[in-house]
């Protein structure tokens, strides 16, 4: 099937099924891309979260150059911390730097969602 019938089949299609059958499409479109550039990182489904993880963890490479940057650790230290190949954290360090937007973006989100649900997220002083 040509992609232009494709798309004619796929306006036919009620909004709902068109808008999974757009998702369907985007996610293993980003599954080639992550695929073929990264080795050490993986995409989940996720309603609104797009950043990447180590393969093999429920770990997202953000998180490991967040605690890299907080503790002031090198490659090889977090490598350590988190038992992980140096090359893995090397990965992550760059995508992470590559897409320092979406992860800002993403932090904000879920800043939104837990200010949204109630929760507290401000420190609390103890004097």
């Not at 009620?14 to 499409?25: G, I, K, S, T, V």
């Not at 797009?50 to 998180?63: F, P, S, W």
């Not at 977090?78 to 800002?104: D, F, H, R, S, T």
Request: glycine fraction near 4%; charge should be negative; include cysteine.
């Amino acid at each position: 099937m040509s992609f232009h019938n494709l798309k004619v089949q796929a306006l036919k299609l009620p909004n709902q099924e068109r808008q999974a059958l757009c998702n369907a499409l985007t996610q293993s479109l980003q599954d080639i891309d992550s695929g073929e550039r990264w080795q050490f990182l993986v995409s989940r489904p996720h309603a609104w979260r797009r950043q990447l993880y180590i393969k093999g963890r429920k770990l997202r490479a953000a998180t490991v150059w967040q605690d890299m940057l907080t503790n002031q650790m090198t490659v090889e230290e977090a490598a350590e911390n988190w038992g992980l190949p140096v090359a893995a954290i090397e990965e992550a360090v760059q995508y992470c730097e590559m897409n320092q937007a979406l992860l800002q973006l993403e932090a904000a989100e879920e800043l939104l969602s837990l200010r949204s649900a109630g929760v507290g997220i401000e420190p609390v002083s103890t004097h």
